[in-house]
Every structure is written in C-alpha cells, then in structure tokens.
C-alpha cells in the first residue's frame, strides 16, 4: 500500500512552453500534497504545499504564477510549469500524506529538461 | 523552526562491515524524524521513521536508528551492508503529524566488494 505516482517520468520540452506534471496516490485519499525540487547532487527543496478545494501554500522565494499548483482531488494534484525556461530544469517529485500515518509517501519523480 | 544536519555528506564502507549515518537535529517541538533512502534517479523510499513511541527503530533491509533527545541525533546504522545499499540517504524532520518536513543535504553511501 501506500503507492504514489507521477506522469510524466520524464519530459523534455521547448523554453516558453508549459508542461503538466500529475502526481496520484493509487491507493489512499491524501488530503495534503507536496511538491519538492531536486537540483543534481543536492537534497530536496520543498516548493509548496497542496491541499485539496484550497490554494496551495508556497514557500519562500517560490514563484506561485510561475508553479501552478492544483489539488482538485483527494488522490491528485497537479503541478504544472508555466512558460518553462532551462533554469527551470530539474527533478521534480511530489509526496503525499497518508491521514492517520503522519508520513508522506513520495512519488518517484519526473525529470525535466527545458531546452 | 527546525532543520537537520547530516554530519557527513559521504560515507564508503566495504561490503559485510557495519554502516552508521549521522543525523543531528534541531526543532522547537517534539519532532517526528525520518530517514529516507533515494536510488539514482529514483524517487525516495520510507527505511523508518519515529513518532515518539520507541526510541529505537527499526526500518526496512535491515535498517535502524535510535532517537536521543539529550544528543539530539538519530543516526542510522545497520551490522552489515550490503552493495544493495549504496545509495542518498536523506535525514528528515518533521513536526508531530508529519507537516513542516525539513530535509538534510543527503549522505551518498558508497559499498566496496
């Protein structure tokens, strides 16, 4: 149990462009999600905080018009980046809080690369 | 406000010989405390985790930590690696019901046959 997933795995797209990325926990309700940021051979950054029928909370230096975020769903938020630049390449991956476990489940990623 | 230190951003040990991370934490409030492991370019997988029940844990693959609020550190060992454990492991704090995460820089854990 405790399975979270992200589409794409991994994308590569044209600077301007936007690209979607979904993040679904498969078998468990999840009423806050998480977005983080991985830079190579760095640890996780924390992006902001996605609760479902609520704007996500973002955390400092965090551009929210940049990030958009949306939890429409108990078991699915979506992160998607708009007018995409090559600074924006990176690893993104999302975790999901099981309610009752206090512990966030991550998903295993999705690597972007913005030419 | 509460954050991690892993003391050592590289660890290399031979394989059957013991493995020990290092995390130290700070925190305002009785924290929860995680550690993580992360393959290459995999996600991050749950090894254990502590919620203020016991203070030694056991995890996943062998894995162990002991919680030690008068040294606030919870470090990970385990008796014997494996080369299977190779890989980032990641210390990480969180406030009692898992919010606020605050993640180490990581400890690349290398196994020598």
């Known amino acids: 149990g405790a399975v979270v997933s992200q589409h794409p795995s991994w994308v590569i797209c044209k600077s301007g462009t936007s690209v979607k990325i979904e993040c679904r926990s498969l078998?468990?309700?999840?009423?806050?999600m998480f977005w983080y940021r991985q830079f190579p051979k760095q640890s996780l950054m924390l992006m902001a905080t996605s609760n479902e029928g609520s704007k996500a909370t973002y955390e400092q230096g965090v551009e929210k018009d940049k990030f958009l975020i949306n939890h429409a769903s108990l078991t699915l938020s979506t992160l998607t980046v708009t007018s995409a630049h090559p600074e924006d390449s990176s690893f993104y991956i999302c975790?999901?809080?099981?309610?009752?476990?206090?512990?966030?489940?991550f998903g295993p990623g999705t690597r972007l690369l913005v030419l | 406000a509460q954050s991690v230190t892993q003391l050592d951003s590289h660890v290399s040990v031979s394989e059957g010989t013991p493995v020990l991370l290092r995390c130290n934490y700070s925190s305002s409030y009785s924290p929860s405390l995680f550690w993580y492991v992360q393959h290459p370019n995999k996600g991050l997988q749950l090894l254990l985790k502590?919620?203020?029940?016991?203070?030694l844990v056991k995890g996943i693959n062998g894995f162990e930590a002991e919680f030690k609020k008068s040294e606030t550190s919870f470090h990970l060992t385990k008796p014997s690696a494996h080369m299977s454990d190779a890989a980032e492991y990641f210390c990480v704090v969180s406030d009692i019901i898992g919010n606020d995460m605050r993640f180490g820089a990581g400890t690349r854990l290398t196994v020598k046959p």
């Open positions: 078998d468990f309700q999840a009423t806050t």
């Open positions: 502590y919620t203020s029940a016991a203070t």
């Open positions: 975790s999901a809080d099981r309610t009752g476990t206090e512990t966030q489940y």
